[in-house]
């Protein structure tokens, strides 16, 4: 027997379908990076050695745990917009302006790459957006601020940590 494909009611919140594709697709980037910034942030909770491993590994613990609530969020923005939400390793390598890093760097070098990376990801949201505010899309707005806010504040204290070199 075959299944039959159900058809999804129409979207009319106020935002054209082109609109919510180009928000959908900004969102999509910054769920990538986001994802990327968790996995290296979780990556180095795990593997952080030296003299500030107790400090570091709280700290990142309390970053990955934020930024994996941010995930959902995001996705479930773009489940609101009417699009599917990302969610391989393949589409987020695709999307994410963000690099891994190879092997494991001393708790220094690890800042710095999460510096980076938070810098980004606040990078990504801020180009969406002019988007979402000219499509008179608050919601997103709010996500993306709300975004940037957490990623730049959390880059000010990562970079803080680094102040004496």
Do not use: C
Request: glycine content about 4%; proline content about 4%; aromatic content about 8%.
């Amino acid at each position: 027997m075959a299944s039959k494909k159900t058809k999804q009611a129409a979207i009319d919140i106020g935002i054209t379908e082109a609109d919510r594709r180009k928000i959908s697709q900004g969102l999509s980037a910054l769920l990538a990076d986001s994802y990327t910034l968790y996995l290296m942030t979780h990556n180095f909770h795990w593997n952080v050695t030296g003299p500030q491993f107790n400090s570091l590994h709280n700290m990142f613990m309390a970053q990955y745990t934020e930024q994996w609530t941010a995930l959902d969020l995001i996705a479930e923005r773009i489940r609101a917009l009417g699009f599917p939400a990302p969610g391989t390793y393949k589409e987020f390598v695709k999307l994410a302006s963000i690099q891994e890093v190879d092997g494991v760097p001393k708790a220094n070098d690890m800042i710095r790459h999460l510096v980076s990376a938070q810098e980004a990801t606040a990078r990504t949201a801020r180009k969406l957006f002019p988007i979402a505010d000219a499509a008179n899309d608050q919601p997103t707005a709010d996500v993306l601020t709300q975004r940037i806010d957490i990623h730049e504040k959390t880059a000010w204290m990562l970079r803080s940590l680094l102040a004496d070199e």
